[in-house]
C-alpha cells in the first residue's frame, strides 16, 4: 500500500505561469517532507524540504506548503521556466522504528510548454 | 566534483552472477542510503547506515542482498545469484544526519540478463 501518492502521472503548464504540484500521504508519523527534481539518466536533485512543525518553507521560485490535518503537500514553482521540465518526486521521512529511510512518491512528469 | 559518486555507472551482467556496487559519500557526511528503482516504480529504500550504528537493513527484499559501509565512509552493495527481477537503477545518497536532506548520486543502472 502506497504511503505516499502522487496522483498526477504528468502536469502540462505554460512557461512564466505557476506548477503545483501535490503529494498525499497516509502516514502521520511521518515528520520530514522533501520534494526532488530529476532528470533522466541522473540521480534525484534536492529541491525544498518541509519539517512537520512548519506549514510553508520558501526557497527562491519554490515553495513547500504542508496541511498536517489533510495529509497533503504542494509544491508551487513560480514563475515556470524551460529548465523546470523533469519528474518531481515528493518524499516523507520518520514513520517510527528510527528508519530514516526516505518513502518516495512515483514522480510527476512536468513540461513547460514555451 | 563534491557529490556522491556511484560506480560503475552501468553493469550487465548474466543471472546467478553476484555484483558488487560502490559508493562514495559526500565528505563528512554521516548517514549513508541505499535505493533501488525499478522501471515504472518509485524510489525503493533498501538500508541506511549512521555512523558506526548497526544498519537499518529493513528494506532489503531478500537475502541475497547485503552492504558495508567501511570506515564510515565508501560503502558497498552486494547482490548474490542475480536474479533478472533485480534489474533496476539503485542509487546512493547520503545526508548530514536525521532530518538532513539527503543527496543522491547518479546511481548505477544493472541489467541482469
Known amino acids: 500500500d502506497q504511503q505516499v501518492k502522487q496522483n498526477s502521472p504528468s502536469l502540462s503548464v505554460q512557461e512564466g505561469r505557476i506548477s503545483i504540484l501535490n503529494c498525499d500521504y497516509t502516514n502521520s508519523m511521518f515528520d520530514y517532507f522533501l520534494w526532488y527534481k530529476k532528470y533522466p539518466a541522473e540521480g534525484p536533485t534536492f529541491l525544498i524540504s518541509?519539517?512537520?512543525?512548519?506549514d510553508k518553507n520558501e526557497d527562491g521560485r519554490f515553495t513547500v506548503f504542508l496541511n498536517k490535518s489533510a495529509k497533503h503537500l504542494s509544491l508551487h514553482i513560480v514563475p515556470s521556466q524551460p529548465g523546470d521540465s523533469a519528474v518531481y518526486f515528493c518524499?516523507?521521512?520518520?514513520?517510527?522504528?528510527?528508519?530514516?529511510?526516505?518513502?518516495f512518491g512515483k514522480g510527476t512528469h512536468l513540461i513547460i510548454q514555451p | 566534483g563534491a557529490g556522491v559518486s556511484q560506480s560503475p555507472s552501468n553493469k550487465v551482467t548474466e543471472k546467478g552472477k553476484d555484483v558488487e556496487l560502490r559508493c562514495d559519500p559526500i565528505?563528512?557526511?554521516?548517514?549513508l542510503y541505499w535505493y533501488r528503482q525499478s522501471l515504472g516504480q518509485g524510489l525503493e529504500f533498501l538500508i541506511y547506515f549512521q555512523g558506526n550504528s548497526a544498519p537499518d537493513k529493513s528494506g532489503l527484499p531478500s537475502d541475497r542482498f547485503s552492504a558495508e559501509r567501511t570506515g564510515g565512509s565508501v560503502s558497498t552493495l552486494t547482490i548474490q545469484r542475480t536474479q533478472q527481477e533485480d534489474s533496476a537503477v539503485y542509487l546512493c545518497?547520503?545526508?548530514?544526519?536525521?532530518?538532513?536532506?539527503?543527496?543522491f548520486g547518479d546511481g548505477t543502472r544493472l541489467s541482469i540478463l
Open positions: 565528505s563528512g557526511h554521516t548517514a
Open positions: 518541509i519539517s512537520s512543525i512548519k
Open positions: 518524499a516523507a521521512s520518520g514513520a517510527g522504528g528510527g528508519a530514516d529511510g526516505l518513502t
Open positions: 545518497a547520503s545526508s548530514l544526519g536525521r532530518s538532513q536532506p539527503q543527496h
